[in-house]
C-alpha cells in the first residue's frame, strides 16, 4: 500500500543518512527530529521535511516488526503527524484489523504534502459505507479536501493534486445521492479545468453509475461542447453519439 509520494531513490538516501553510523531512526528524536547530512551526492530540495517524513515512517515500521501492531498501536496511536498515522493505519490494513476512526485520524491530521493519500480516501468510503456512517464519511472527506487545497495552493503541481481530491468528493457526493453538492463540484471543477473535458466525462460516469441518467446525458453534452470548443471534432461527435444513446434509456 503506497503511502508517499517520494521516489524510491530519495527514500533509499533518507534511509542511508539516517542509519549512518549505526544510528536507529528513534535516534534522531531527541524529542524533536534532527535532521542528518544529506548523503554525499544526493541534492535533494527539502531534506529536512524528506528526512523527518521516512524517519517517522520508519520508527513506526520498526516497531510493528518487531513487536506487533498493537505494541505500536500503544505508542503511536496518539500520534500528531499524518506519516506516522498512515504508517500504522497501512500496518493495521495489511493485517486486516483497519478501523474507520483510524482512517479518519489520518485524513484528520494537519496535512503532509509528502502523504499519498488516496488510499486513506478509497478506504474512508468504503469503512463509512461498510459501517453506516455516511454523514461522518462526508464531513471528513470534505474537511480534508478543503486542509489539502489550503496546505498545497502554493506547491507546485499542486493545482492537480486538489483537482484529483475534488474529483473524487464530487463521485462520493453522486454515489450518496448528494446531487445538488456533486452538480455544484463538478462545475466548478469543470471551470477550473478549461483545457480539458475531463471532468465533464468523470462527471457523466458518476451520473450514469448512480442511475441518475438526466445528468450523466446533460454532462455528456457539456463536455461535447468544450471537446468541439477545443478544436477536439471527433471527440466531440463521439460524445454526441454516447449522449443520443444514453438518452435513448429514458424514452
Known amino acids: 500500500m503506497r503511502i508517499s509520494w517520494l521516489a524510491a531513490d530519495e527514500i533509499a538516501a533518507a534511509r542511508q543518512a539516517l542509519t549512518a553510523g549505526g544510528a536507529s531512526y528513534d535516534d534522531h528524536f531527541t524529542p524533536d527530529f534532527a535532521s542528518p547530512a544529506q548523503p554525499e551526492g544526493a541534492r535533494l530540495l527539502d531534506w529536512e521535511h524528506i528526512a523527518e517524513h521516512v524517519a517517522r515512517a520508519e520508527r513506526v515500521s520498526a516497531v510493528v516488526r518487531s513487536d506487533g501492531l498493537e505494541a505500536a498501536r500503544a505508542r503511536f496511536g496518539g500520534s500528531r503527524t499524518a506519516i506516522e498515522a498512515a504508517t500504522l493505519a497501512a500496518a493495521a490494513h495489511e493485517s486486516g484489523e483497519l478501523g474507520l476512526d483510524e482512517v479518519v485520524a489520518v485524513l484528520g491530521h494537519e496535512i503532509d504534502r509528502l502523504v499519498f493519500y488516496a488510499p486513506f480516501l478509497e478506504l474512508l468510503v468504503a469503512l ?11 464531513a471528513t472527506y470534505e474537511q480534508f479536501a478543503n486542509a ?4 498545497l495552493a502554493t506547491v507546485p503541481h499542486g493545482g492537480e493534486r486538489i483537482g484529483a481530491v475534488r474529483d473524487g468528493l464530487a463521485d462520493f457526493y453522486v454515489s450518496v445521492g448528494r446531487i445538488d453538492d456533486a452538480e455544484a463540484l463538478f462545475e466548478r471543477r469543470h471551470d477550473e479545468d478549461q483545457g480539458d473535458v475531463a471532468v465533464a466525462l ?17 454532462w455528456l453534452g457539456v463536455g461535447a461542447q468544450r471537446a468541439a470548443a477545443l478544436g477536439r471534432d471527433e471527440l466531440a461527435a463521439r460524445l454526441r ?3 443520443e444513446r444514453v438518452r435513448e434509456r429514458l424514452s
Open 128 to 138: 463509512g459505507r461498510e459501517q453506516v456512517q455516511v454523514e461522518r464519511t462526508v
Open 148 to 151: 489539502y487545497a489550503a496546505a
Open 241 to 243: 453519439q454516447k449522449q
Open 202 to 218: 468523470s462527471a457523466s460516469r458518476a451520473f450514469l453509475a448512480a442511475g441518475s441518467v438526466s445528468h450523466a446525458v446533460r
